[in-house]
Structure formats: structure tokens, C-alpha cells
């Protein structure tokens, strides 16, 4: 077990090693709930001039394993992500889904969702595979100024449990 302590709550939670793949060095969030502050701590958006981001067309989007959604007429690229999206829309956060891409070498990423009332990117992640925390370490070096905080799967029961006492 490898103990990792909250960022928001600071509470230490003992991780396995299992536990410990879909993570990375991004500050470590336990719940739904450490979530939601987690967001509203990278601050409401203030009035300065946003960042300007490249968008990203949505005849672009990939059409590999996705999802779709009943709730919200589109798709995903996981129930997962809808999971999260819901979790937004039950706080009444602004989210847009695929809108703006980053070029990373000689290929791109597509943040998950984009909260503009935060000028915040949140990410949705499951395993790391390939190179993409070699991608994702890139990302925070290009655009140091660019917040986006990732969403590791190990939030996923957290998550589905928020969403069942918010429709209990
Ligand atoms: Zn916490």
C-alpha cells in the first residue's frame, strides 16, 4: 500500500499498488466531493483576459469507443466521462466537452472538458498508456500557464456514489 494524501482534505489514504497506475504526480484528489472544491479552488475566473485557445472542430472527434448519451444527446468517450460530466451539471458548472486542442510536438491533445466561468481544462483519465505521461509532462511544460486538472479513474466509485445520493 502506498499512502497518498489529499490535497483538498489532506486526509491519507493508503493506495495500492494497483490504484497507484492510473495515477501521476498531478496533486492527488479523494472523492467527488474533493473534486468539486478542488475546482472551485483554481478560482472563478476574474475578469482578467482569458488564454486563447486553438479550437478543435468537432468533425475532428474520434469515433473509437465512445459513448453515447441519453441525458445529454452526445457522446463521450466513456460512461465514465458522462459520470463526471454530471457531476458538473448537478453543480451547475459549465462544461464544453472536446472545444480546444494543444499541439504537443507533432501530435495534439484534446482536454475532456473545458469550464469557462474557471478558464479551467479538466482531463478524465484512465490507464496511462503508452507514453502518456511522457505527453502529459510536455503539455505542462509548453503551456505552463493553462490549468487543467485531471480526473484519475480511481475517483470512479466516489463519483458514482455522489451521483446516486444526488438522485436518492
Ligand atoms: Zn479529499
Not at 501521476?24 to 482569458?50: F, T, W
Not at 457531476?87 to 499541439?103: A, P
Request: overall charge positive.
Amino acid at each position: 500500500m502506498i499512502p497518498r494524501v489529499c490535497t483538498v482534505c489532506q486526509a491519507e489514504h493508503e493506495l495500492s499498488v494497483s490504484a497507484m497506475r492510473y495515477l501521476n504526480h498531478e496533486p492527488y484528489v479523494c472523492s467527488a466531493e474533493c473534486l468539486l472544491d478542488q475546482i472551485k479552488m483554481c478560482g472563478q475566473h476574474n475578469g482578467k483576459r482569458k488564454l486563447r485557445y486553438v479550437p478543435y472542430k468537432e468533425e475532428n472527434h474520434s469515433k473509437t469507443g465512445e459513448f453515447w448519451s441519453d441525458h445529454f444527446q452526445q457522446f463521450f468517450a466513456s460512461g465514465y466521462e458522462e459520470d463526471v460530466a454530471r457531476v458538473l451539471e448537478c453543480n451547475r458548472i459549465i462544461w464544453k466537452y472536446e472545444k480546444f486542442m494543444f499541439f504537443i510536438g507533432t501530435t495534439i491533445i484534446v482536454p475532456d472538458f473545458y469550464l469557462p466561468e474557471y478558464d479551467l481544462f479538466v482531463e478524465v483519465k484512465g490507464l496511462w498508456r503508452g507514453n502518456a505521461k511522457g505527453k502529459f509532462s510536455t503539455f505542462k511544460y509548453r503551456y505552463p500557464k493553462v490549468k487543467m486538472i485531471l480526473v484519475p479513474y480511481t475517483l470512479r466509485v466516489s463519483v458514482q456514489r455522489y451521483l446516486r445520493g444526488i438522485n436518492a
